[in-house]
């Protein structure tokens, strides 16, 4: 197998990352932790930190628990799936996002029609995101998380605005115009996914199975060896500080 590696966020005074490989299930390597950015790390422990976010979190907890408790709950969390149904579903106006903006550079006068239509195609993928990532938010019970997480949901709610507005201009024939709140829209989504990326990996929000999908823990996932060691892995990582 090849060498992979896994990212987890250590304790102490500066956020770091450590990228380790695992090729013998009894052995941690531990090559030397990087330190992100201390702007980036500063940023994030502002967001958890900021108490404004709880008066919002408190009023979008009763629609985020009868999502989680209702008939749609079990589909929402992804039980069968095996696994978070959220990361999938916010591919899917991202994806269209993306190719509009790439048509926007090289599609040329042909391709406004097409751009425009993946802007709106896009834009109707955005309630079963708001949905699903709000199921998933509704099972955190760390504050400084879920204040993450609001910020996360109000950053694609921005997102979701500016892509809007790029298809309400572009079907007016103001082209330019959508296509710079196109790239509005494409430049917040880096940070909102950044924030989503801190929040399954870093916090393991919406981590873990689902379901009744039957696992395997005595093979190897090839990425981080040998399935029933992985919380192990992790445990000793944290302990060892």
Known sequence: MD????????DGPATTYAADPIDDPEVIAEP?????PAWLAAWVAALEGNAAFDRVGDRLAPLARR?????????????????????LTTDLPLGCWLSAGILDVVGGRP?????????????????????????????IDRPATRRAGVAHAGGNGAVAFAYLRSWRNRRRGRHLRGVAWGMTGGSLAIATGYLGGHLAFARRVGT???????????????????????EEVI???VAVG
């Open 111 to 139: 391709g406004r029609r097409s751009a425009q239509r993946l802007v709106g195609l896009g834009l109707c993928f955005v309630p079963l995101a708001a949905v699903s990532g709000m199921t998933d938010w509704a099972a």
């Open 67 to 87: 999502l989680d408790g209702g008939t749609a709950g079990p589909l929402l969390r992804g039980e069968w799936l095996g696994h978070a149904l959220h990361p």
């Open 32 to 36: 030397p932790a990087r330190e992100i």
């Open 235 to 237: 445990a000793a990582r």
């Open 208 to 230: 873990g199975e689902r379901g009744d999908l039957p696992v395997d823990r005595s093979g190897s996932d090839g990425v981080n060896g040998p399935l029933g060691r992985y």
């Open 3 to 10: 060498e992979s590696t896994d990212r987890t966020m250590t």
